[in-house]
């Protein structure tokens, strides 16, 4: 069982910077990818950015160049660095750890942080 442990949403003027970090429970495990969804209020979660197990990244169009996702495995942390958020980037972030459990993928969320961006 892994938990998952976001922090660092708030309220933030367009323009500003935020940093989320994503604290996960245990020491060491096998993950195929950990990475950052969101979700605004009357839409489907969206991937926002992904690490796969090697290290590629993999972002949506509309963070790319904004966005970078990292990760310290001595920490088991992984941190979502956002620059220039826009108004559109306002959701509830989710982090996310996709691993195999008994053979199948299975994902574990954290319990989301509030990004609000003020135009």
């Known amino acids: 069982q892994v938990q998952l442990v976001e922090t660092g949403g708030g309220l933030v003027q367009a323009g500003g910077s935020l940093r989320l970090s994503c604290a996960a429970s245990?020491?060491?495990?096998?993950?195929?990818?950990i990475g950052w969804y969101r979700q605004a209020p009357g839409k489907q979660r969206e991937l926002v950015a992904t690490?796969?197990?090697?290290?590629?990244?993999n972002y949506a169009g509309s963070v790319k160049g904004r966005f970078t996702i990292s990760r310290d495995n001595a920490k088991n942390t992984m941190y979502l660095q956002m620059n220039n958020l826009k108004s559109e980037d306002t959701a509830v972030y989710y982090c996310?750890?996709?691993?195999?459990?008994?053979?199948?993928?299975?994902?574990?969320w954290g319990q989301g942080t509030q990004v609000t961006v003020s135009s």
């Open positions: 996310n750890v996709r691993t195999v459990l008994a053979g199948f993928p299975y994902d574990y």
């Open positions: 245990a020491s060491t495990f096998s993950y195929i990818a």
């Open positions: 690490i796969s197990s090697g290290g590629s990244t």
